[in-house]
């Protein structure tokens, strides 16, 4: 259990320390996502491990005929749809494998603070959050990190003693700027989906796996 006066730390850090590749793209996902450094990055791939390992497990166990799989395999899908990370319905254990921290990170209330149009900026959308101009369900959140839920969502307004409630205020964001940075935001990830989609289908490709084999 260990000493309560002490935290553990809850993620985990790269196995190396000086991976080219690796520094540049979390440069890339810090800056993309206005995050403080990476150890945010890091949180976000921790829980999408935890995910991935624990749909992997349950998918051995199924195969192995384990009743309690199916029925754990079920929790974990609800949990992740709850959370926005999945479809509410349809989705099943191989879903889970493909999500990426992209999907973690777009559900931090930072991201979604500047997806709904209530900043300007993804960083202005942390300077809101821990100043304390964000509610969430009536409630003052000021944890950029915070993992908003799908039902929690459209609670996300502002706080009714912000400022920021005055819609002539100098540093609120017009809904024509809202508007066109959720299309921007939306063709970025769309055209991420077709790049992963094209990078699987050349190396399934390369492996030998075709779509008769019902792999692709």
Not at 55 to 77: C, M, N, P, T
Not at 134 to 163: K, Q
Request: glycine share 6%; charged share 30%.
């Amino acid at each position: 259990m260990g000493d309560p006066k002490f935290s553990r730390r809850s993620y985990d850090t790269p196995s190396h320390p000086w991976q080219g590749e690796r520094i540049k793209r979390e440069v890339e996902i810090v800056r993309e996502y206005g995050l403080k450094n990476k150890t945010e990055v890091w949180k976000a791939q921790t829980i999408l491990r935890n995910f991935r390992k624990q749909s992997r497990e349950l998918q051995a166990r199924l195969r192995g005929g384990d009743a309690q799989a199916k029925i754990e395999a079920d929790a974990l899908i609800k949990k992740c749809a709850r959370m926005g990370l999945l479809p509410v319905t349809g989705a099943d254990l191989n879903d889970v494998l493909i999500l990426t921290e992209s999907d973690i990170l777009s559900r931090r209330l930072q991201t979604v603070v500047f997806e709904k149009g209530l900043a300007t900026t993804v960083k202005q959308a942390r300077q809101l959050i821990t100043h304390g101009h964000i509610h969430i369900n009536g409630h003052r959140v000021t944890v950029p990190g915070y993992i908003v839920s799908r039902e929690e969502e459209a609670s996300v307004v502002y706080n009714d003693a912000s400022p920021f409630t005055d819609e002539m205020h100098p540093m609120r964001i017009s809904a024509e700027q809202a508007a066109a940075n959720a299309a921007v935001k939306a063709e970025e990830r769309e055209k991420a989906e077709r790049e992963a989609a094209a990078k699987a289908k050349a190396d399934a490709e390369e492996a030998g796996i075709t779509i008769e084999d019902g792999e692709i």
